[in-house]
């Protein structure tokens, strides 16, 4: 399947078919289908234990799936193809579809025995074999891009929720991954805090031609930065659309439902 572009058609860079996923007894995701563009911006929106987190997690090779197939840029995530079938990858498979993806969690999980910049030059050098110099000349763009060059030498104990989350984003991006994931970037910061991460992930999106899915509970945020949004509920898709149909015209009574509450606890969308 292909997706339509303004110059002929595009392949998806992230193809989700019919994929499960349960958790004991409790179904997680149902027999998930979406498609991605390359360079789209996607916000996952919806209730907690939607399964938002989970597809994520599972994009990342952090949970595997129960049934189905997921495509990555081109090739399976999940499964090889080895005398015409498709059987399960190993983990040097595995490990080659990790580097075309990057993650930013919720709790930062920086070292917190390493510096700002170790924090970012560690996984290049390690997975890249990258030369230290040149990883850290990386590394200090990377933290200028995200405004915390000035804490290069800093430990993450020195620095607030805000600034930890940037060292994050650039840690994140110092693989230089296709797709970037985000995971409630925000959820565990201070309101004070959460417009200068925000701020960063503006720029990234406007100057960047990265893949990027984000799950967020910022009704305007998700307004402003994404292509497309997608509403799930029980694991499954329940409605998407581009941002203003969603936000001012949702066609699904759920849908409507879930931006009512969003409204009534005072967010502004």
Known sequence: M???????????????????KNFGAFQCLNELSFEVAPGEKIALIGPSGSGKTTILRILMTLETINSGHIEVDGDQLYHVERNGQLVAADEAHLHRMRQKIGMVFQLFNLFPHKSVLDNVTLAPILTKKMKRADAERRGMELLDMVGMADKAKAMPAQLSGGQKQRVAIARALALSPKIMLFDEVTSALDPELVEEVLNVMRKLAAETDMTMLLVTHEMSFANDFADRILFFD????????????????????????????????????
Do not use: C, N
């Not at 409605?239 to 967010?267: D, N, S, V, W, Y």
């Open 234 to 269: 029980g694991g499954r898709i329940v409605e998407e659309g581009k941002p203003g149909e969603i936000f001012r015209h949702p066609k699904q009574e759920r849908t409507q439902a879930f931006l009512k509450k969003i409204i009534a606890a005072g967010q502004r969308i």
């Open 2 to 20: 292909v997706l339509a572009g303004e110059i002929g058609v595009v392949q998806p860079i992230i193809k989700v078919d019919r994929i499960s």
